[in-house]
């Protein structure tokens, strides 16, 4: 096989993977950008440093090259880990097909990261920005309000919410049909205020867009097309930029970890709260109990009765300093 079929067959087996992730594992678009991109990376790079190179010919030691190579560049030691996923992914795939016999990425370490806390909004703020806004008859300011509270209610993701239909909606029942990641449904509960607020807003969606139907995407733009991602990134910011208490970034993201970390401090169980998310490993789920360990350190602190006793000492220490 000469250099130029052998370049021919590596693109063409990149393309077959990408069409596994996308039509066998129903991975999100996003997912497979994201895989694509750090595979077409890294072929970049074995060409640059030793020409044209079969994935029969990759070694352990050139992955670690390409890994030192991005930390050295400023790339996120979780960054690299992801890139790392997607090789590992591909030679699993070429394994399977019968083109490799050896994972060249399957013992090498991935990059520490240290896991960060999800951020949340205090249940006090949002419930009162939630119930203090002023309803409207008019399509925008409807979509835009209802939007939020969905978001938070149900903690549903944004490409979720983005692909939601009236007819998901089952009204009787109060509970939200939604399609998550790898095309898994799900039932997520509705609140008596949310449900009421739907109806309101499909009045109004049918009267401002007559031609719509059921089967129609829920939420669409001013002009009653299909709404893109940004657009609800930047309805969620500007409804809460204007507002007190919210800090930090304002994502629909921010209002899903919210939903996660209120359910937790509240009681609800933790297995209950995965099924709601739409997670598929438990471990995705657990790490808002780092959140609610924080207020649960933070009310056994101010309920415990030896807390109560050393605040009372310390406090009459003080004084008894301040008297003297």
């Not at 991935?110 to 249940?123: C, G, N, S, V, Y």
């Not at 149900?154 to 998901?168: F, M, S, V, W, Y």
């Not at 649960?296 to 008297?323: C, G, I, M, V, W």
Request: charged residues 25%; aromatic residues 10%.
């Amino acid at each position: 096989m000469n250099p130029e079929e052998e370049e021919e067959g590596s693109f063409h087996m990149v393309e077959q993977f990408i069409h596994y992730l996308r039509y066998e594992k129903r991975y999100s678009e996003r997912t497979v950008s994201i895989y694509s991109g750090a595979i077409r990376q890294f072929m970049t790079t074995m060409q640059d440093e030793n020409g044209r190179q079969e994935w029969t010919d990759v070694t352990a030691q050139q992955i670690r090259s390409w890994m030192a190579d991005m930390l050295k560049y400023g790339h996120t030691p979780r960054t690299i880990a992801v890139k790392l996923t997607a090789l590992n992914r591909l030679f699993k795939f070429l394994i399977q097909q019968g083109c490799l016999q050896k994972n060249p990425a399957q013992n090498i370490q991935r990059p520490k990261i240290t896991r960060r806390l999800p951020a949340f909004f205090e249940d006090t703020t949002l419930n009162e920005f939630l119930d203090t806004r002023e309803e409207s008859n008019e399509y925008i300011p409807s979509r835009d309000h209802l939007i939020i509270e969905l978001l938070y209610v149900t903690g549903i993701r944004r490409a979720e919410l983005l692909a939601l239909h009236p007819c998901d909606i089952y009204f009787s029942e109060q509970v939200l049909r939604v399609t998550g990641k790898g095309d898994k449904q799900r039932e997520v509960p509705l609140t008596d205020g949310v449900v009421q607020r739907l109806k309101t807003y499909l009045t109004i969606r049918q009267a401002t867009f007559p031609v719509l139907s059921a089967n129609d995407f829920l939420f669409v733009s001013a002009k009653g097309k299909p709404l893109y991602p940004y657009a609800i990134n930047h309805v969620v910011h500007a409804q809460l930029a204007c507002q007190k208490g919210f800090t930090g970034k304002k994502t629909p993201h921010v209002l899903r970890h919210s939903l996660a970390t209120h359910l937790l401090n509240n009681g609800a169980d933790i297995m209950s709260i995965k099924e709601t998310l739409g997670h598929t490993s438990l471990a995705a789920t657990q790490v808002y109990t780092h959140n609610s360990f924080k207020k649960l350190k933070t009310d056994y602190q101010k309920a415990h009765p030896r807390y109560r006793l050393k605040d009372e000492q310390d406090n009459q220490s003080n004084s008894n300093t301040h008297f003297n």
